[in-house]
């Protein structure tokens, strides 16, 4: 319960400094640890841990296809928003961003946020 306290902190953290619509924590196996979404609550956190496990497992499989090297993160952005995915060791970070967001911003405080979660985790 301390970890999963931990990493709500971290998720809130990211949200605050961002301006970002949510974001979840995820095993790369797609089971839940941790989500926030402050504008739909109706979003349910086993689905965006299976989404999200889906489309990390994809993404690998199109990364060795093309022999880039390891999995670091992927992009789906649509007409009103955006959704990245970050492979942490075995966790995953889903960010459902707006499509206007700095993208710099936005990338500092991923990383920012991935540093936390791997330091909780050492």
């Known amino acids: 319960m ?3 306290n931990n990493y709500e902190a971290i ?4 949200i605050d400094q961002t301006k970002i619509y949510g974001a979840s924590l995820n095993t790369i196996d797609g089971l839940p ?3 926030i979404f402050k504008n739909n609550k109706s979003i349910e956190d086993a689905f965006v841990s299976a989404i999200s496990s889906a489309m990390t497992m994809h993404s690998e499989k ?3 296809e ?9 992009k789906i952005q649509g007409e009103n928003g955006q959704v990245l995915i970050f492979k942490i060791n075995s966790l995953i970070l889903l960010v ?3 499509k206007s967001i700095s993208q710099g911003i936005l990338h500092l405080g991923v990383k920012s946020c991935i540093r936390e979660i791997k330091k909780l985790n050492s």
Do not use: R, Y
Request: glycine share 4%; hydrophobic share 50%.
């Open 62 to 64: 199109v990364m060795s």
């Open 66 to 74: 093309f022999e880039c090297g390891n999995l670091d993160n992927c």
């Open 2 to 4: 301390v970890i999963e």
């Open 96 to 98: 459902l961003a707006p």
């Open 33 to 35: 640890i941790i989500s």
């Open 11 to 14: 998720l809130q953290k990211l």
